[in-house]
């Protein structure tokens, strides 16, 4: 198991990964971009080019294991004021089919460890649903100490957010 930077060779495993995601999850709790161009946006996103206004560099991994893609991390390299409230530092997720096994603990404490290499933080903020109590989980297993619940408002309606800060 390891975490990478996206490859074309896990482009296979990713789509249907992305498969899985659209057909199991709403669409606005979808987490997998369209696998046409995933690698090379990711490049952009990592080298901050041609980001839509409001949104920071931010770097993306997967977790693979031998040639199968099980989840990808988005590490966000600052915070604005809206990732702030919602979305922080690092999101998260494991492909529908391989969740509850433990790959999301795994896969943000390698996130964290990249962290540690590569960024200038000495903590991290990580968000979740406050209803979405797997993730919570993955969270506070990985030190996160929750701070308060805000609210914020997507896809048209009213959310909890719980927010949780990782020293480093």
Same mark, same amino acid.
């Given at each position: ?6 490859? *074309?060779? /896990? ?7 992305? *498969? ?15 696998? *046409? ?10 080298? !901050?080019? !041609?980001?839509? *206004? ?36 690092? !999101? ?10 433990? /790959? #999301? ?37 990985? !030190? ?11 896809? #048209? ?12």
């Amino acid at each position: 198991m390891e975490l990478i930077y996206p490859e *074309e060779k /896990y482009l296979a495993s990713y789509a249907e990964a992305y *498969e899985e995601d659209m057909a199991t999850n709403p669409i606005e709790l979808q987490m997998l971009q369209p696998p *046409e161009g995933v690698v090379e946006r990711a490049e952009m996103e990592r080298r !901050g080019e !041609g980001l839509p *206004e409001g949104y920071v560099p931010a770097t993306t991994l997967w977790l693979v294991d031998s040639d199968k893609f099980i989840g990808r991390v988005n590490i966000r390299h600052w915070l604005v004021p809206h990732l702030e409230q919602f979305g922080g530092h690092i !999101g998260y997720m494991i492909r529908p089919s391989e969740q509850g096994k433990g /790959y #999301g603990r795994m896969q943000l404490a390698m996130a964290l460890d990249w962290v540690r290499k590569n960024l200038d933080l000495d903590r991290v903020l990580v968000t979740c649903d406050d209803d979405n109590i797997r993730s919570a989980r993955v969270i506070e297993a990985n !030190g996160g100490v929750l701070e308060n619940k805000v609210e914020n408002f997507e896809f #048209g309606k009213t959310v909890l957010t719980r927010r949780y800060w990782i020293e480093l």
